[in-house]
T-cell receptor, first 113, second 116 residues
């Protein structure tokens, strides 16, 4: 089955700087890669996703890149703000084969004032 | 509020007792998922339903765990003879029709179980 590795587990960046979180996956059949943000006491919430037919997607300060050959994908947050502090999870899904999303272990992002 | 609703939000129980969690998905969503999340970990898949049919169960779901979705609407997750290792956050998520094509899961806020 699919295995998703995520790093770093903890990341601290100065407010206004950029943050990058990286993930790798094992199943070449995976074709959908969402990123979720989880704030304290809440369930994860989708912030951006990318499908295997594109290499990059951007939404305001957030961007994701995908390298299918290397089986890795990354989340980039620019101009970080205090409200970006949270735990971020990458995930992978093979939409052609099954319907369960497999999550990485998460990255706790701290935005320093 | 039209989001995914879970209750109870917190449950403290003694080892050996049974507990049941309920999830009410977004009304037009036909797929419902249960995940378990322990401290410092990502959500781990337990099981999912399409309408009332339970389509897959993880090996994490021992025979002490049972999930139902009797009318294809709300779902319950029951844990019998709880063990301390069952302590976790139990997350429910739903997705709309054509979910595998859409991919997005909408999560509830979870039910936190503490087994003493």
């Amino acid at each position: 089955g699919e295995n998703v590795e995520q790093h770093p587990s903890t990341l601290s960046v100065q407010e206004g700087d950029s943050a990058v979180i990286k993930c790798t996956y094992s199943d070449s059949a995976s074709n959908y890669f969402p990123w979720y943000k989880q704030e304290l006491g809440k369930g994860p919430q989708l912030i951006i996703d990318i499908r295997s037919n594109v290499g990059e997607k951007k939404d305001q300060r957030i961007a994701v890149t995908l390298n299918k050959t290397a089986k890795h994908f990354s989340l980039h947050i620019t101009e970080t703000q205090p409200e970006d502090s949270a735990v971020y999870f990458c995930a992978a899904l093979s939409m052609n084969r099954d319907d369960k999303i497999i999550f990485g272990k998460g990255t706790r992002l701290h935005i320093l004032p | 509020d039209t989001g995914v609703s879970q209750n109870p939000r917190h449950k403290i129980t003694k080892r050996g007792q049974n507990v049941t969690f309920r999830c009410d998905p977004i009304s037009e969503h036909n797929r419902l998922y249960w995940y378990r999340q322990t401290l410092g970990q990502g959500p781990e898949f337990l099981t999912y339903f399409q309408n009332e049919a339970q389509l897959e169960k993880s090996r994490l779901l021992s025979d002490r765990f049972s999930a139902e979705r009797p009318k294809g609407s709300f779902s319950t997750l029951e844990i019998q003879r709880t063990e301390q290792g069952d302590s976790a956050m139990y997350l429910c998520a739903s997705s709309p029709p054509g979910g595998s094509n859409t991919g997005e899961l909408f999560f509830g806020e979870g039910s936190r179980l503490t087994v003493l």
